[in-house]
């Protein structure tokens, strides 16, 4: 069974931890350097050990991976870490709090033979695999434009209330996981084109973007992100989307409901999710798509498959991120 430690025990590692459970895993170890949160993850699920420091983990312990759960400020230290003690290790996205970290850290673990990943798990939503399925299958024919868009004005802030000490906010914690969308359903992109805005008050970075990309492949895709939409049906934490091809057209609305839309038919379905029993109930959609993407990941790491989680693919969708905010503050149109 593999054995794995989990570093970072704050709001996302209890379902973090959850998901894991879900498959043939032992979970060894949590750490995190709030003794209290630590013991409560490791007491809530019967975890034997914790820490408070992550070098007397990796001195102690023999993790077959480590999962990093995190802020970003603090992901290089811990994943050189991991990749000094040879363990293969998984990071929360963004994988790093600039582009020149995020590639030395990538470099770092290669230079070690250390398999590296980031833990994106928005593509492994139900929802994101069936519309990616019906792209595949040509059922719309060539896409060429693309609507993609997360509006609402839940208080993100009552369960992740450090979104809003940072600096770069909507597009480094939310855009990651759209754009990387992007380039799950169309391929990688040509250009982008961000303006950014801060409504309100409660962040100190910006709460609302807008961005345009377009693909390699010509595809004209606008990716809206916003904390401040006042919206007639709240649809948080479902990411929607619109996508228009030559011989049809594609509708993922609130509550799963996903629409072919075809000249002379319209057909509609409900995509399930696995309603687990630990999902927090304000973040279904996003939550049960967790043991999907461990699944892929720990089939990585154990060497039955590739996965697209790689942190070096990854750094394709962080350099759309850091691109964004250039954009944003320069008013210009960026090359990728």
Known sequence: MTKIAIIGCGFWAHYQV????ELPVEVIAVCDPDESKAKMLADKFGISTYYTDAKQLFALEKPDLVDIIT???SHAALVLLAADHGIPVICQKPMAADWATATMMVDYCASKNVPFYIHENFRWQAAMLKVKQILDAGIIGQSFKARIYFNSSFPVLKYQPTLALLPQMIIADLGVHLFDLIR???GEAKLLFCRTQKIGTGFKGENVANTFIETMSGVHCYVELSWASVVEYESFPQTLLYIEGTQGSIRLDKDYKLFVI???DITEDIVPIVDYPWLHPEYKASQAALVACNQDLLDAIVGKKESDNRADLNLKTLRLVYAAYESAIR????DI
């Open 262 to 264: 075809k000249p002379d």
């Open 331 to 334: 008013g210009e149109v960026m």
């Open 18 to 21: 959850a998901a894991w459970l």
């Open 71 to 73: 802020n970003p400020e």
């Open 184 to 186: 799950f359903f169309f």
